[in-house]
Nanobody
């Protein structure tokens, strides 16, 4: 079992920046895809950014060019740098570790897992990001 704890959420004005962090503990998640998803008020869960086991990252179109995903393996920490924040980025942000499948993109694997009734992977409890105009 992998335990994930997120931090870094806050209230900021549009155009501002935040850096979210996710610390992983427990079993090794080597070979899995790791990333972030979010759920805004009245919205479905949305995969935001994901990294495959080779370190290749993929972003949702809505955040491409503004968000950046990185991993500090020495600290088992995943970071999401969010710049040029918009009010529509307001959501609870969750860290996730999901199984990657051959022939399936990392983003597809993330979106599949976050839409399951019972996830196959591991999720954190989330951290709230609020962006005001």
């Amino acid at each position: 079992r992998v335990r994930l704890v997120e931090s870094g959420g806050d209230s900021v004005q549009a155009g501002g920046s935040l850096r979210l962090s996710c610390v992983a503990s427990g079993d090794s998640y080597s070979g899995y895809c790791v990333g972030w998803f979010r759920q805004g008020p009245g919205k479905e869960r949305e995969g935001v950014a994901v990294m495959d086991p080779r370190g290749s990252t993929t972003y949702a179109d809505s955040v491409q060019g503004r968000f950046s995903l990185s991993q500090d393996n020495s600290k088992n920490t995943l970071h999401l740098q969010m710049n040029s924040l918009k009010p529509e980025d307001t959501a609870r942000y969750y860290c996730a570790v999901v199984t990657c499948h051959a022939g399936t993109s990392a983003m597809q694997a993330l979106n599949e897992d976050i839409h399951r009734t019972i996830p196959w992977g591991w999720w954190g409890q989330g951290t709230q990001v609020t962006v005001s105009s």
